[in-house]
Each structure stands twice: as structure tokens, then as C-alpha cells.
């Protein structure tokens, strides 16, 4: 029934509108010509993200003024205009627009879509954490550690070819911003062909130096308030949940499950609307068995924190790893285990994240019910997914920034993620890695969204509200969260009319 419910669907509108054109009668008839090319625009119109939003006076009014300015910087930007280059090219002239200004006071909903050493302020390691006793750095390229990997070791413990960072710094003036470059990326990365193995190169360098238990509370307490006040209110984090230690040991993984909501609720304090939770992320090269034990992993630490952990995924480079079906068999266990635990731990899965047209990912993201879709750059090609994705209320994390730098679309006009809204997929906006991408927060990928595809503020609006909607949530945290939404979000308007 519901198929064909789908297939009338998708025939209403073409039936509708063959009504009212038939492509024969336009005589070269300039009025006839224009009322035909509105009917089809305005069909269109019907099934982009955001049609169902009808804004208030006020809101009307800041959209011709937000238009207005778009259309401005769109017309004087010409060649440099920033979503058409590499980032780093052009990001002093989004530091310098009206619109990034008021969009980093805009109320955003959640981070549906961000991992947990990349979340925060890489100028911070570099300037705090790095600074803390026993930091030691690895500086030999023998390859037996990546170079510039930091870790803390007990004085004298530290094996051959690890250096304090202390005595590398004495030495060298420029060491601070040396060390910050081995943490991000830059314009230099524009079309490298291995910008994920520099990438991961990044992730070993920071591991040591964010896990170590001391800098790990202030770190994380850290990255989120930088959310919060880049008006971020929920943030569910993709994280492997362990490898936190100090100089004596390592925590397993319900110590890092406890310190984890210890943070919330220091943060909470000062901000009660704040609301995070945590999606399992295991790596995608694994071994099956590996797999496994992360599933069951994560079914031990949502035993005792339920209400934290809402789901799975795995991550790393999709190409470079294992295909999703490669797993089907540990993952088909999943289900035999919600029973045992009379838990749910459903799928988040990062799929589609790929320029080959032979990644069939998404088919078994959507089979295996993934409740959202970590990028879904790559869901263009599969119309029949298209239909379940937007049918099924299955939310895209859309991290238009990521995607670039990481070189999968060069020219963000050009995402595909600017069709998914016109064709009414539900779409969220995330920042992915904001840490190693050298940013903070989440303005510059709105930002980005809003310039790139020349979106409205209705289609702006329901982005925010599609990151609480499809949030992992519960109905009555979703409820709160919506409501403070809302409000700030009038606060917003408000501040910004005349
Ligand atoms: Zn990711």
C-alpha cells in the first residue's frame, strides 16, 4: 500500500501540470511563455525544503533584507565569491559579511554531525593543552609514530625519539604556530590527493594530546561552550568513547561515558537549555570481529547510560574502507542483542560520502534502517533512495564545508545537497570536523548553505528545525528543546529589524 502510495505520489504533479502545459501550444507567445515557466517553478516550489513555513510579518521583513544583502554580495564577491573557492582562499571575505555576523547570533537547533577530538578550537591545544607538563612530541619520521604526535608521559618514561614539547619550544620561537599547522589544514590542501591520509595523520597527532585525562574535561567543556555561544543548543557527538588516560592509566569505556555526562552537567548550570548526546562511532577498516565488539560494546555502556547513548555508526575514509554490507553479518546481530538488552541502538550511519559511482553504501545505509545519513553526498544517483529518504523522514547531516575541503565538491553551488532541498529531502546542517578544518562552530557552514544555494529564510529555518526534529531526542526533551528554539529564535528576528 504504501508503495503505491509513493508511485501516485510521484504521478500527481506530472499529471497536474500536463494539464495546464503542453509544450506543443508555446507559439513563441512571450506571455504564454512566462505564465508556463511559472506554473513549472512554482510546482517546484511545492517540494522544496521548507515550503510548509509561512513566516510572520516580522520574518518576511528580515527576509527581503537578508535577499537583499545575499543578492548584493553575491553581484560585488564576482570570481572570489568564497562557496566557489577553497575555503581558506576566501574566508576573510565571510569574516567581513553582514549576513555571517547576524548568522553567528542565530539560533541553529543542534550538531547533528561532529566528532569528538575534532569539536573545538585547535589554536587552544595548541596554546593550553600543549603547555601543560609531560607533553612530549614525536619527532623523528622513522614512521613508527606519525610526526608531531603528542602525548603526556611520566618524566623518564617516555620512550626513544619522544622530545618535550617544553624543550622544542625554547628552542624554536615559531614552534606554536608550526604545531598548529601540524593540526589543521589550510589552503596548501586545495586538491591534494591524499587529504585523508594527512587527515588521519591529524587525528593520531591530537589523540594523545585531548585524551589525556586533565586536558580531556577542559577540552571538552571547552568545545562545547564555543558551540553554545556560536548558538549551537544540542550536539550529538560521533565518538569511540575510549582511550581517555593520565599518567598512571587508562579509563575504560563507562569512565568515559560518566565523565562525559559530568561535563554536560557542569555546562548545564550555566546554560540549562543544553543538551548533548552520544552516537558509538567505531572505524570502518576493522575487522568483522572488531565490528562486533564495538556492537556489543555499545550495548554495555547504553545499559548504564541509556539516555546518552542513542545509536551506532562507523567511521573513517569510505573508500578506503570496508563497503557497509561488508558487515551484514555483525550487523544483523544488532537485532538479537536489542532483545537481550531491551535496548534500541539504531544506525547512524556515515554513508555516501564518495565520488565513485560504484559506492553502493546508501542501499544498505537505508535497508539496515539508519535513522540518518552522515553525509549523503553521493544520493543523487540513487532516485528509488531519494523517495525512501524523504518518504521515511531519513535526515541527511550535511556538512557543506567538510565536503569541500575534503575535496568531494569543489565548487559548493554545485552540492548536491542544494537539490536534496529542492526536492524536500530533510536536511541538516553540520560542521564535521571544525577543529582540523581550522573554524569555529557552525556559522560558516549556514553561512555557506545560505550563499551557495541562494536559500531563503524559510528554507533557513526549517534546516534549524530539521536538526531538533530529527535530533536522537526523546519526545519530551524534543518538546523543551523546540520551545527555547523558538523563542530564541523571535529574539533573533526581532534584534534584527528596524
Ligand atoms: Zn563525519
Not at 206 to 211: D, H, K, N, V
Not at 276 to 286: E, T
Request: aromatic fraction near 14%; hydrophobic fraction near 40%; include cysteine.
Amino acid at each position: 500500500m504504501k508503495s503505491l502510495l509513493l508511485f501516485l505520489a510521484i504521478l500527481i504533479p506530472a499529471f497536474v501540470f500536463s494539464q495546464d502545459i503542453n509544450l506543443n501550444d508555446l507559439n513563441n507567445d512571450r506571455d504564454g511563455y512566462y505564465k508556463s515557466r511559472g506554473i513549472l517553478f512554482s510546482a517546484d516550489s511545492l517540494t522544496r525544503l521548507g515550503y510548509d513555513i509561512v513566516l510572520n510579518e516580522k520574518e518576511q521583513q528580515l527576509d527581503s533584507y537578508l535577499k537583499e544583502l545575499q543578492r548584493d554580495y553575491i553581484k560585488y564577491s564576482g570570481a572570489k565569491f568564497p562557496p566557489a573557492n577553497y575555503f581558506y582562499k576566501c574566508r576573510n571575505m565571510i569574516d567581513t559579511s553582514l549576513i555571517y555576523k547576524m548568522f553567528q547570533k542565530m539560533p541553529k537547533g543542534a550538531m547533528l554531525h561532529i566528532h569528538s577530538t575534532a569539536m573545538g578550537d585547535a589554536e587552544w591545544l595548541v596554546k593550553n593543552a600543549s603547555y601543560m607538563d609531560n607533553c612530549y612530541f614525536y619527532n623523528s619520521d622513522d614512521g613508527k609514530e606519525t610526526y608531531g604526535t603528542l602525548h603526556f608521559y611520566a618524566k623518564d618514561k617516555a620512550p626513544a625519539n619522544w622530545v618535550l614539547v617544553k624543550e622544542l619550544r625554547d628552542k624554536d620561537s615559531d614552534f606554536d604556530n608550526k604545531l598548529l599547522k601540524l593540526l589543521t589544514f589550510s589552503e596548501a590542501d586545495e586538491g591534494s590527493a591524499v587529504i585523508w591520509e594527512d587527515f588521519e595523520k591529524i587525528f593520531d597527532r591530537m589523540s594523545g594530546l585531548i585524551e589525556y585525562l586533565p586536558v580531556y574535561k577542559e577540552y571538552k567543556k571547552n568545545a562545547l561552550e564555543l558551540l553554545l555561544k556560536d548558538n549551537v543548543q544540542h550536539v550529538e557527538l560521533r565518538s569511540g568513547m575510549h582511550g581517555i588516560y593520565d599518567l598512571d592509566k587508562e579509563y575504560s569505556y563507562l569512565d568515559f561515558a560518566k565523565m562525559y555526562s559530568e561535563v554536560i552537567s557542569v555546562l548545564q548550570v550555566q546554560y540549562p537549555h543544553f543538551t548533548s548526546k552520544i552516537i558509538f562511532a567505531g572505524w570502518r577498516g576493522n575487522t568483522p570481529g572488531g565490528v562486533m565488539k564495538y556492537i556489543e560494546t555499545a550495548f554495555a555502556i547504553k545499559k548504564e547510560y541509556p539516555n546518552l547513548l542513542v545509536g551506532f555508526d562507523l567511521v573513517g575514509e569510505e573508500d578506503a574502507g570496508h563497503t557497509t554490507d561488508y558487515f551484514l553479518n555483525e550487523f544483523f546481530k544488532k537485532d538479537s542483542l536489542e532483545k537481550v538488552y531491551n535496548l534500541s541502538l539504531p544506525f547512524y550511519f556515515h554513508d555516501g560520502e564518495s565520488t565513485l559511482p560504484s559506492d553502493l553504501n546508501l542501499y544498505d545505509a537505508i535497508l539496515l534502517k539508519t535513522k540518518r545519513i552522515g553525509h549523503g553526498v553521493n544520493l543523487f544517483r540513487f532516485p528509488t533512495l531519494e523517495q525512501i529518504a524523504k518518504q521515511e523522514g531519513i535526515c541527511l547531516e550535511v556538512s557543506p564545508l567538510s565536503n569541500q575541503i575534503l575535496g568531494y565538491v569543489q565548487n559548493l553551488r554545485m552540492h548536491p545537497a542544494s537539490g536534496y532541498i529542492n526536492k524536500g529531502i530533510p536536511v541538516a546542517i553540520s560542521s564535521d570536523d571544525p577543529q582540523i578544518f581550522n573554524y569555529k562552530g557552525l556559522s560558516y557552514d549556514f553561512w555557506t548553505a545560505y550563499m551557495a544555494w541562494e536559500l531563503d529564510l524559510k528554507q533557513i529555518k526549517k534546516l534549524a528545525l530539521n536538526s531538533l526534529v530529527y535530533s536522537a531526542l526523546s519526545q519530551s526533551e524534543k518538546d523543551t528543546a523546540m520551545k527555547y528554539f523558538l523563542d530564541e529564535w523571535d529574539k533573533w528576528v526581532n534584534s534584527n529589524i528596524k
